[in-house]
C-alpha cells in the first residue's frame, strides 16, 4: 500500500510540476491576426467563408475591412456592417454561405 501511494505521490509531483520556468508570450488577439485592411482582402475572406461554410474565428478582423471600405462608400460599409453581424450569428452552414455570397457580390 505504501508503494502505492509512493507512486501516486510522484505522478501527481511530476504532473504539477510544469517542464520548465519559460513563461508564456502574450497572445495576439484573433482580430489583430485576422485583420483585414482593405476591399479585396475582405472580398477574399468572403469568398473563403462561403467555401467552408463556416464563419467562426474567420469573422473576427473584418470590421477593419468594412471601416477600410466605409472611407469610399460609407452606404456600402453600413450595409456590410448589418450583413457582418448576420453572419456572425449564424450557425447554419447553408446560410452561412449564402450570407457571405451576397456580401462578397457586394463588393
Known amino acids: 500500500m505504501s508503494s502505492f501511494r509512493a507512486a501516486t505521490v510522484f505522478s501527481l509531483a511530476l ?3 510544469g517542464c520548465g520556468s519559460e513563461t508564456a508570450k502574450p497572445s495576439v488577439p484573433v482580430e489583430e ?10 472580398k477574399k475572406r468572403l469568398a473563403e ?4 461554410g463556416t464563419a467562426g474565428s474567420a469573422t473576427a478582423g473584418m470590421a477593419a475591412g468594412i471601416e477600410a471600405v466605409r472611407a469610399q462608400d460609407a452606404k456600402l460599409a453600413d450595409t456590410l456592417a448589418a450583413d457582418l453581424k ?8 447553408a446560410e452561412v454561405k449564402k450570407l457571405a455570397e ?3 457580390a457586394k463588393l
Request: hydrophobic residues 35%.
Open 49 to 52: 467563408i462561403a467555401q467552408t
Open 15 to 17: 504532473a504539477f510540476s
Open 86 to 93: 448576420k453572419l456572425e450569428s449564424t450557425t447554419n452552414p
Open 102 to 104: 451576397a456580401m462578397a
Open 33 to 42: 491576426q485576422n485583420k483585414v485592411s482593405g476591399r479585396d482582402e475582405l
